[in-house]
């Protein structure tokens, strides 16, 4: 019996290890070999998309919070149960390490090293003047107050998502492909305190949402959590590309999230340039708009703290360890991708 158990415990620690050794192998890969993240995407990673997503998919609730609640209490009952029994303990805690390491870099590691989506659009990211950023204000200021729309179907909001998801790969060819349906969290303020507003599950290949926040960051952030599931990682890509997916919708609360949420982005670039035009821009939003951004700021004003600091700190040096070298900051490029985007549009 005695033989058994070790002989088993060795087998579970040679499988983790060999799982940690294929993970680290995909991340040499990607960060070494050219294109091999581009590659990836669009061949082997769709393909998970399409299988794992709709496995997951056919649950109704969020597999992967299901899956880290499942796993933490198995965790503490199985260490409580065989705390005396370290071997078996350390061969499972490699065997679980080595599978989520395997998981996540299959599942998304790798994809942070694939060409960029802003590179297939041959957008002119060039230096903007401030005249030119409080021109895309202004736009966007108008834009905010003409979808501006007080029925908002939250019962609907995850098909639609992945409808303007749908409509969007039909214009560029790189977002083409199946979207598995968002799912929110059930227990929202571990995003909330976080100050998350979704999340994007590597093991599970599911988009996952806050379904706390103020209800217009919502269809943005669908749009931005799909992304990820066509291999765009970076979380200032994930942004623009959930901007243009709301704001070619034909859901006008959807178009007026994207709006709202580029005018939010621009205008904090804005104010720290050109104040007085930042305050007549302020000024001209509609109620609408007003009160949806006064909500906004007390919502995450309520959750600032150790936590959310903490949260953010993760969160910056995880972009880092992922090329993403300046980290949470990444977000600002946003702001030239829509610039870049409205040049465009404006020719």
């Known amino acids: 019996m005695k033989y058994e158990k070790n002989n088993l415990n060795r087998k579970l620690l040679i499988a983790g290890m060999i799982l940690l050794a294929a993970a680290g192998g995909g991340q040499l890969a990607a960060r070494n070999l050219k294109s091999f993240g581009s590659w990836y995407a669009l061949r082997v990673y769709s393909i998970l998309v399409s299988v794992v997503g709709r496995i997951w998919g056919i649950l109704p609730v969020s597999a992967a919070e299901l899956g880290l609640y499942g796993l933490a209490i198995g965790a503490v009952w199985y260490g409580w149960n065989r705390r005396k029994d370290w071997r078996s303990i350390a061969s499972r805690a490699v065997l679980v390490v080595g599978a989520a390491a395997f998981l996540y870099t299959y599942q998304c590691g790798i994809n942070y090293y694939r060409k960029p989506f802003s590179s297939e659009l041959e957008l002119d990211t060039r230096q903007s003047s401030v005249a030119e950023l409080a021109e895309l204000c202004r736009y966007l200021t108008e834009k905010v107050n003409e979808t ?11 098909s639609w998502g992945q409808e303007a998801m749908e409509n969007l790969g039909q214009i560029y060819p790189g977002l083409s492909g199946y979207y598995p349906r968002p799912k929110p969290v059930a227990v929202s303020w571990i995003l909330s305190v976080q100050q998350l507003c979704g999340i994007y599950s590597p093991f599970t290949v599911e988009a996952n949402y806050n379904r706390q926040m103020p209800s217009y960051n919502i269809p943005h952030t669908l749009c931005h959590e799909l992304s990820h599931l066509r291999g765009y990682m970076r979380e200032d890509e994930a942004n623009f590309i959930g901007y243009l997916a709301c704001i070619h919708s034909d859901r006008q609360c959807f178009q007026y999230s994207g709006y709202l949420t580029g005018w939010v982005y621009a205008t904090n670039a ?33 959750y600032e703290g150790k936590v959310a600091e903490v949260a953010n700190q993760m969160n910056d040096t995880y972009l880092k360890i992922n090329d993403q070298e300046e980290g949470v900051r990444t977000y600002g490029r946003m702001v030239d991708l829509m610039l870049a985007h409205y040049r465009q549009i404006e020719k």
């Open 148 to 158: 501006a729309d007080d029925a908002f179907y939250e019962y609907r909001w995850a």
């Open 270 to 302: 804005l104010v720290g340039q050109d104040q007085d035009t930042y305050y007549q821009l302020y000024d001209s939003l509609c109620p609408r708009a007003v009160e949806d951004l006064r909500e906004n700021s007390e919502f995450w004003n309520h």
